[in-house]
């Protein structure tokens, strides 16, 4: 079945640091790829999505690559700040089930330090 | 300001209780879904409703019920069945296309506990 795969926490970083969180996705056809992020004791938000493959989506100065050949959609920002410590989820949208399934990573955890 | 909300934020249950989480959205979405969030997990999938009076069960539906007798709201209960229902429960809203480019977009969330 299809299934994410994120890059476990915590990720450690000062601020003003290069962010990359990996992620990797199992899938048949052709799913769009979500980040979403979570803020302590609050729902997700959607920070970024892409819909098919070399598409790049970005928002808040992070951006992530839809690459079909290394099934990766890795989230990068170049210079983190402490208000982006929170949980990153990476998610993609299964249809085989007849609706937009979203199949989740178990999250990876960013911890920004002045 | 269009959303979805969440209530009640906090919710404490005694065992053998069933109880009802709210969710509402003024997105004017066809879609409503329902997930719990369990520490260090991604989410699962409880329920979803494509349409007004259909639902459909997700991968961990049971124990808990759902209803969709209106567009706006898809409220969860949560029965005296499900064995473990401590947890952190996430509805979320989609316009329900049947294509990659649908997104859902979630509430806030509200934390049960168990007593």
């Known amino acids: 079945g299809n299934s994410v795969t994120q890059m476990e926490g915590p990720v450690t970083l000062s601020e003003e640091a290069f962010l990359t969180i990996n992620c990797t996705y199992t899938?048949?056809?052709?799913?769009?790829l979500f980040w979403y992020v979570q803020y302590p004791g609050e729902g997700l938000q959607l920070l970024l999505k892409?819909?098919?493959?070399?598409d790049k989506g970005s928002n808040k100065g992070f951006e992530a690559t839809y690459r079909k050949e290394t099934t990766s959609f890795h989230l990068e920002k170049g210079s983190v700040q402490v208000s982006d410590s929170a949980v990153y989820f990476c998610?993609?949208?299964?249809?085989?089930?007849?609706?937009?399934?979203?199949?989740f990573g178990t999250g990876t955890r960013l911890l920004v330090s002045p | 300001d269009g959303g979805i909300t969440q209530s009640p934020k906090y919710l404490f249950r005694k065992e053998g209780q069933n109880v009802t989480l709210s969710c509402e959205q003024n997105?004017?979405?066809?879609?409503m879904y329902w997930y719990r969030q369990d520490p260090g997990q991604g989410l699962r999938l409880i329920y979803y409703?494509?349409?007004?009076?259909?639902?459909q069960k997700g991968d961990i539906a049971e124990g808990y019920s759902v209803s969709r007798e209106k567009k706006e709201s898809f409220p969860l209960t949560v029965t005296s069945a499900q064995k473990n229902p401590t947890a952190f429960y996430l509805c979320?809203?989609?316009?329900?296309?049947?294509?990659?480019?649908?997104?859902?977009?979630f509430g806030p969330g509200t934390r049960l506990t168990v007593l």
């Open positions: 899938a048949t056809g052709y799913p769009s």
């Open positions: 892409a819909t098919k493959a070399d």
């Open positions: 997105l004017n979405h066809d879609a």
């Open positions: 979320a809203s989609s316009m329900g296309l049947a294509d990659s480019t649908d997104t859902q977009y």
């Open positions: 409703s494509q349409i007004v009076n259909d639902f």
């Open positions: 998610a993609l949208s299964d249809l085989n089930t007849g609706f937009q399934k979203l199949v």
